[in-house]
């Protein structure tokens, strides 16, 4: 589908030297970015779900004295199970540790 926007200069000049150097298409390289721009989005939904169910779980912890924390319900916590589940069915995503997501 065709359609149009405005670019900052700068970016639009950048754009265009990694199309060139890379022998692609600007249209190919400005759909991936987006791409992996909205899969991103995607996966920090999933990434609230892993945390909202890792948040619910921590706040039954109690810290002790020496710093370490316990679950003081211990093993019959069936509420931690049910987290513990969620967490493992949210789906991974594997990411660049030396890539900003800003």
Request: no cysteine.
């Amino acid at each position: 589908m065709k359609t149009t926007f405005d670019l900052p200069d700068p970016l639009l000049r950048k754009a265009k030297a990694l199309a060139a150097q890379q022998r692609r298409p600007l249209r190919d390289l400005v759909a991936e970015a987006i791409g992996e721009k909205l899969k991103a989005a995607v996966a920090g939904g999933a990434l609230e779900g892993r945390r909202a169910a890792w948040e619910r779980w921590k706040a039954r912890l109690e810290q002790l004295p020496d710093g370490s924390w316990v679950n003081p319900l211990g093993i019959e916590d069936e509420s931690f199970f049910r987290s513990l589940e969620e967490v493992r069915r949210e789906s991974w995503v594997s990411r660049d540790p030396f890539v900003s997501e800003i």
